[in-house]
């Protein structure tokens, strides 16, 4: 982007950011840069900048006590976290049942009517249906 | 200074998604590539180095358990910074020390650094420690993310949860202190 900033942009952009362009909001350094390139005097309100960025500079690298270290690092071992299944837990017992389903529909393909016969005389099928349902009449009927 | 300018790798977003899955070694290279950074930062939110390791543990905690939760639209390091810095100002809240007008603080005086003839390096530093903890919180905040762990102004203002005209405000403001301040510890050094 390069739209014109002004000088107090500039000094403002400078206080909060410091002395390093590159550092800026990216929309703005080009504009900052071309301003610079015009107005030369701004490179002291850097150079001031600059000061402070040399304070932060100097302060070292940060260390993690060494005993935090290990606590940080053992946190797998001493936290059980919580099975992630919520999102599978309708599949396992949906697969039983479909299983079961398929193992039924299997088993019943296999068999002809003579298996299902009990000597009892039911050998329409609607008349089980109707003895599952509790007709017992069915049972009278049969020859 | 490497650390703070250095741009987390890649493979962050990967690790976190192995942890997400229980990978317990993806989680382990996380905690070396950021504990101290995060450490480093809460100290200068908490200031009480018990606090900061509590909160330190809880954000790495958070990482472990919750890492199914992190959206790859963030940078890693910008997620663990949020974390890390909404449970310094719980901390904070629960020890009562949240200023009530944090950005309220009397603007201080224009100085320059150079005013402070410090003559160790660790004297400076150790005054920039002393003159950050003196700052209002979010002062501080915005100081610690964008100056010491190089964080952009994007992404400092989503860890702190400000718009990017309020973190510059923070910045210009809390610079302004800084310079007050460490004016002031170098006239006592002189």
Redesign the interface.
């Known amino acids: 982007m390069s739209r014109s900033m002004t000088e107090s942009r500039f000094r403002y952009l400078a206080e909060a950011y410091g002395s390093h362009i590159e550092r800026w909001p990216e929309a703005e350094r080009t504009a900052a840069r071309a301003l610079l390139a015009d107005r030369p005097e701004l490179e002291r309100v850097l150079a001031s900048e600059a000061e402070l960025d040399a304070v932060f500079e100097e302060l070292g690298a940060p260390e993690v006590p060494s005993s935090l270290e290990r606590r940080l690092l053992d946190i797998p071992k001493r936290v059980v976290r919580p099975r992630r299944e919520r999102a599978w837990a309708w599949f396992f017992p949906a697969v039983g049942w479909a299983a079961a389903a398929a193992v039924g529909l299997w088993i019943g393909g296999q068999l002809d009517g003579s298996a299902l016969s009990t000597g009892n005389g039911i050998d329409d099928s609607e008349a089980w249906v109707e003895l599952a349902a509790g007709d017992l009449a069915v049972l009278e009927e049969a020859p | 200074?490497?650390?703070e300018r250095s741009e987390p790798s890649a493979g962050d977003t990967q690790l976190v998604l192995a942890v997400a899955g229980?990978d317990?070694g993806a989680?382990?290279e996380l905690?070396r590539r950021h504990?101290?950074?995060i450490?480093?930062f809460v100290r200068k939110i908490v200031r009480d180095p018990a606090d900061a390791?509590d909160v330190?543990?809880e954000t790495?905690?958070r990482l472990?358990?919750r890492a199914?939760e992190y959206q790859p639209t963030a940078r890693v390091t910008t997620w663990l910074f949020r974390i890390a810095h909404n449970l310094a100002i719980d901390r904070l809240r629960a020890r009562g020390r949240v200023e009530a007008l944090p950005d309220a603080d009397a603007e201080p005086a224009p100085a320059?650094?150079?005013q402070t003839v410090l003559v160790h390096?660790k004297q400076?530093?150790e005054?920039?420690?002393a003159a950050l903890a003196g700052l209002p919180e979010r002062q501080s905040a915005a100081l610690t993310l964008?100056?010491?762990q190089g964080l952009?102004?994007?992404e400092a203002s989503e860890v702190l949860g400000v718009s990017?005209e309020a973190?510059?405000?923070l910045?210009?403001r809390g610079?302004?202190a800084?310079?007050a301040r460490?004016a002031a510890f170098g006239e006592k050094a002189e």
Do not use: I
């Open positions: 200074m490497d650390w229980g317990q989680y382990q905690v504990a101290p950074r450490h480093h390791e330190t543990q790495f905690l472990w358990l199914a320059s650094v150079s390096r400076r530093a005054a920039l420690e964008v100056h010491l952009s102004g994007a990017p973190l510059e405000s910045l210009a610079r302004r800084l310079r460490l």
